[in-house]
Every structure is written in C-alpha cells, then in structure tokens.
C-alpha cells in the first residue's frame, strides 16, 4: 500500500479510535444524534481544511482564513439583510470576495514572489481591518446579523435523514478527492508542489495554477462562512478565529505533507471529524481550554511520528 493510502488509514483509525473513547468516558457518544451533531460541526472545518489542502498540496499555506471566514459570513448577512429573496445574491456575493481575496493572495505569491507566510497573514489583517472600519465593530445593525432562512435551512435541515450540510461536504469530499487524482489539474497540483520548476518545464502554469489554488481556498473559507452563520443564525466578528488552527492541523493528521506534493483529502476529512471528536470528547470531561491545546498537540505529535516511523520502515 502506498505510504499516502496508509496516511489516510492512520487519520481514520484515530477519527474512529476517538470515538470509541467518547462513548468508554461517555455512554450515549455514539448515539445517533450525537453522532450526527460532530459530523455536522466536522463539516465546517472540513471546508476550509479542502482549500487549506489545496495550497499546502504546492507548498504554500492560508493564514487569512479566519478572516475570509467572517467577512464571508458578514457579507452574507448585509446584503441579504435577512430576507429570503435577497439570499441568492447574497451567497453568490460571499462566495466572490472569497475568491478575490483568495486570487489576491495567489496573485501575491506566484507573481510579486512574496512568501506565503507574509502574504496572506497580511491580508487577513486587511480583511479584519476593512470589515471593522465598514460596519464599525457591529455586524449588521440593521438586521441584526441575521442569516436569511434559505442559508438557516441549510444548515439545520436534512435530507432522507442525512443533514444538508453533511450532505453537501460529502459533495465536496467526493469531488475534491476526484479532482485531485484523476484529472490533469490534480496531477499539475501534485507536480507543482513535489518540483515547481520541474513542473513550468513540463508546461505547467505555475503562476496561473497557484492563484487558482489560492482562490479555491478563499473560495472554501468563504463557504464555510455561510454555512456558520446559517448554523447560529447571526453573524459574529471572531466566528473564523478558531477556523485557522484547526483547518491546518486536519491537513497535517490527514497526512498532508507540510512541504507539499503529497497527500489525500480523504485523510485530511478523517483529520478534522478526529479534531471534532476530541473537542466533544474533552466537553464531555468538563476539561479547559488549555487541555484542548495540549491534547491537539499530542494527536499531531502521535501521528507525525508514525509518519515519520512509516518512512523508515
């Protein structure tokens, strides 16, 4: 089996490893619904960790996540104003500035050669800081930040039984894991991030490719950002905060290699239900925050060891 395969193996043992935990520290954890609430509250990280993916896949990284998130989320919630009619607009304007911002980032990276790092934790402070200065630290006064019922629906509804948005990141899932291993856009991913210049001598558009991959990332987090906002029902200025760590630590117990080239979204869907489940884990042991922290740390260590235990080997 190929080390990648064993990757996402490794990432969906512990998903389900930490679930048998849950129910030895807390009967009833795999109950329908409780099973259902994590896979729910796993999807928004899952979204964002698809576009993180994307660019840590050419070895790059999306520092301006967290903001793209809330201003996804707020853009939402001024133009629909909370009304029905004005939701598809509404959407269709979230999800573009995500992708601008995303271009922007790309545009950053592949063309004025700033390194990853630096241009897109400089744009998350551009966002944060355009989003405050334009709604002056309140998220709509107006409609009070509501998310319109269409978006509501979304993210509370089901379908056969099966939640929309669960239903709609197994959309996702499915077509970022086709996208990546069967089509030429995959395999230029792939290459651009094991040997850029391999890859522009092979006929690869790097820069092109670059900002695509940035956009899908802008793209994602925006999304994400719609749907945490049909799932509170309000808009909330530090809803994205938590977004950044997390979408990064998916990818990398999803088996992601940090320095790009290889890696499988699948491992990386495993990821983010593993970091879901520990959370609800630790709430269900009354644990703080601090623990949180210090449990992350250890998932990640874990399986980065075995990682690296599988290179040897």
Do not use: K
Not at 39 to 55: D, E, N, P, Y
Not at 91 to 97: E, R, Y
Not at 187 to 192: E, G, H, K, M, N
Request: charged share 5%; proline share 4%; glycine share 14%.
């Amino acid at each position: 089996m190929a080390p990648e395969s064993r990757r996402v193996l490794y990432a969906i043992a512990a998903a389900v490893a930490l679930f048998l935990l849950g129910q030895a520290v807390h009967p009833g954890f795999l109950g329908l619904a409780s099973v259902e609430s994590i896979l729910v509250i796993a999807s928004f990280v899952g979204l964002v960790a698809a576009g993180q993916c994307f660019v840590i896949l050419i070895g790059g990284i999306d520092l301006s996540v967290p903001w793209v998130l809330n201003a996804g989320a707020i853009v939402l919630t001024t133009t629909s104003l909370g009304l029905e009619s004005r939701a598809p607009i509404a959407i269709v304007a979230a999800l573009a500035m995500g992708i601008v911002v995303g271009a922007i980032n790309g545009a950053g990276v592949a063309i004025f050669g700033i390194p990853a790092v630096v241009m897109t934790l400089a744009m998350n402070g551009i966002i944060e800081g355009l989003v405050l200065g334009l709604t002056g630290g309140f998220t709509c006064s107006a409609c009070s930040s509501y998310a319109p019922p269409f978006v509501q629906a979304l993210a509370h509804d089901s379908l056969l039984g099966v939640p929309d948005a669960l239903l709609l990141w197994l959309v996702v899932i499915v077509l970022v894991t086709l996208a990546l291993n069967i089509t030429r856009f995959g395999r230029a991913t792939y290459a651009l991030g094991n040997n850029p210049r391999a890859a522009v001598l092979a006929g690869i558009d790097a820069r092109g490719m670059t900002i695509m991959l940035y956009a899908a990332s802008g793209f994602f987090a925006a999304l994400a950002g719609i749907l945490l906002v049909g799932f509170g029902g309000q808009a909330s200025l530090g809803m994205g905060d938590p977004y950044l760590f997390t979408s990064i630590a998916a990818v990398v117990i999803g088996g992601v290699n940090i320095l790009g080239g290889r890696g499988h979204y699948l491992g990386v869907a495993a990821g983010a239900v593993s970091l879901t489940v520990l959370v609800s884990v630790l709430l269900a042991l009354n644990m703080p925050d601090y623990v949180r922290s210090i449990a992350y740390g250890v998932v990640i260590l874990g399986l980065l060891l075995a990682y690296g235990r599988e290179r040897e080997t």
